[in-house]
């Protein structure tokens, strides 16, 4: 069975070369290779990015430590202040400073009489 020659130019289509397109290739074009290395410049950022992210979180726990360190360290001062504090308001009365002269023998002794006023006198 052969076919008319008619019918087969109908049936045939011939395949036209079209400018400008080329056939695809298994190595990467341009356009390829300037997408991988728009993604690498990508990843390169937010590598970069994570690390600051990451030193940036470090950095403020330690800011954070160093803060709960001083606090506590200013609580205790304030507590040794407070105590001191006491013990001179104690160590100053009357009664606690004539015992502690006689204690250590200094051979003070409390007056007698009131303070005498000192006025001059008028030229």
């Not at 105590?83 to 400073?97: A, D, F, G, I, P």
């Not at 006689?102 to 003070?108: S, Y």
């Amino acid at each position: 069975m052969e076919l008319n020659t008619e019918e087969r130019d109908d049936v045939r289509v011939e395949a036209k070369p079209t400018e400008g397109v080329r056939p695809q290739r298994r190595m990467p074009g341009k356009a390829e290779v300037r997408s991988v290395v728009s993604y690498i410049k990508l990843m390169v950022f937010l590598s970069v990015v994570a690390v600051v992210y990451i030193w940036m979180r470090n950095y403020s726990i330690k800011l954070w430590r160093e803060e709960k360190k001083l606090e506590n360290e200013v609580t205790n001062l304030h507590y040794e202040v407070t105590t001191l504090t006491s013990q001179r308001m104690v160590l100053s009365k009357e009664t606690e400073v004539v015992r502690l002269v006689q204690e250590r023998n200094l051979g003070l002794e409390e007056p007698s009489k009131p303070p005498v006023r000192l006025e001059l006198a008028d030229e």
